[in-house]
């Protein structure tokens, strides 16, 4: 089904290559073209914004419609990586996937951050995030992890899907040209005990 890679950091993040077809991609493409465009960061004050932790576009996708293929795809992939790694008790998809732009033209990026919190984000358990965009379409725009006293750098092939656990650090550091497009999603579970 996947074209799976073998982990090196088993503990620390799961990757399947290939995760989308040509068709796939022409049907995610053409259906995202009527979401529109949120910041994904907080504040309306350009001088606020441009100094935030965050800084790219985003679009959530409906949980239903043409959109059902997709959370299929993506929970099975949590699955996969989740037998493979983790054993988690899973039981649902937390939220939306969210599309996400990152643009040298906004200085995009994403610092340092986990994505477990309260609320809702304390359900999150495992994180996903598909790669879109070819290496050759951006500079810059890395998906790193903080792993203790390593910081290591995900692939970045178009159609990767790197798993990991939410509670683990990472961030997406200033994209220098292009734009880097991903989709990340997340799938929760028990609170952690």
């Not at 996969?80 to 998809?93: G, M, P, R, V, Y």
């Not at 040298?104 to 995030?129: A, C, E, F, M, V």
């Not at 203790?148 to 798993?163: A, C």
């Amino acid at each position: 089904m996947f074209n799976l890679y073998k982990n090196i950091y088993p503990a620390d993040w799961y990757i399947i290559n290939d995760v989308f077809n040509n068709e796939e991609y022409k049907q995610l493409f053409y259906n995202l073209e009527n979401i529109p465009f949120q910041k994904g960061a907080q504040g309306s004050d350009i001088d606020q914004y441009k100094d935030s932790h965050r800084r790219s576009n985003i679009k959530w996708i409906p949980k239903k419609g043409p959109w059902s293929w997709l959370y299929k795809k993506l929970s099975g992939i949590a699955q996969i990586a989740n037998k493979e790694c983790w054993n988690f008790d899973l039981h649902s998809i937390v939220e939306s996937i969210q599309y996400t732009e990152y643009s040298s033209q906004d200085k995009g990026h994403y610092g340092w951050h986990l994505d477990i919190g309260n609320g809702p984000p304390s359900l999150r358990k495992i994180s996903i995030t598909i790669q879109l965009s070819s290496p050759e379409e951006y500079e810059g725009g890395e998906l790193e992890f903080n792993v203790g006293k390593e910081i290591l750098s995900s692939p970045k092939n178009k159609g990767t899907s790197i798993v990991f656990p939410s509670y683990l650090l990472h961030r997406v550091t200033p994209i220098t040209k292009g734009t880097r497009k991903s989709l990340v999603l997340w799938v929760g579970g028990n609170q952690f005990r």
